[in-house]
């Protein structure tokens, strides 16, 4: 179970739309272990990710790996069953774009959806904002959707000193 570089912002794999999930196939269970496996590696050595999409790895397959307080999980082809009226901005970061945080609106709350590896089928009711913005922003990497497509205005970007090196473990960059 390999730790893999993490894409970059501009690559265009990261816009890409990642293939469903066929649980009765084996093909995605290698990238379900190496989404899982860089993930604690980022955590490990960056001290901070709660979440990583499998585009984010180069693999093409709707899946999230998630280690937060919603628990340590891959989610095969999650979606959102509900969302609430309320809108509320927020300032997204992401691996993908290190050193960057982006102003977005997201959903105050949203409801998920997804199987597990065992195929039994999942669901994260009503989810406080921070979890409901970590949700809708892994999601929309499965659709090949960036946080800098989000933005709320041009200027609602901001930078910091930061070195990607974390996400590229072999100090490779692509």
């Known amino acids: 179970m390999p730790v893999r570089d ?3 912002f501009g690559d265009p794999r990261l816009t890409a739309k990642a293939e469903t999930v066929d649980i009765e196939k084996d ?3 290698t ?3 190496d989404l899982q496996q860089t993930l604690a590696h980022l955590k490990r050595t960056m ?7 499998a585009p984010q790895i ?3 397959f709707r899946m999230v790996a998630f280690d937060c307080e919603l628990g340590t999980f891959v989610a095969l082809n999650p979606r ?3 969302s609430s009226d309320k809108r509320q901005p927020v300032w997204d970061d992401c691996f ?5 945080s982006v102003a977005v609106t997201r959903s105050a709350s949203v409801t998920m959806e997804y199987s597990g590896l065992d195929g039994r089928v999942q669901i994260l009711a009503r989810l406080c904002p921070s979890h409901s913005e970590l949700v809708e922003h892994e999601l929309d990497h499965l659709d090949g ?6 933005m709320i205005s041009p200027v609602s970007i901001v930078a910091s000193q930061m070195t990607s090196r974390a996400v590229h473990p072999a100090g490779s960059s692509t």
């Not at 993908?96 to 960057?100: A, C, E, F, V």
Request: aromatic fraction near 10%.
């Open 6 to 8: 993490v894409l970059l």
């Open 27 to 29: 093909s995605w269970r």
């Open 31 to 33: 990238d379900a272990d």
């Open 47 to 53: 001290g901070f990710g709660r979440a990583l999409a």
């Open 58 to 60: 180069g693999s093409c």
């Open 80 to 82: 959102i069953v509900w």
């Open 96 to 100: 993908s774009l290190p050193g960057t």
């Open 145 to 150: 959707v960036l946080m800098t497509h989000r």
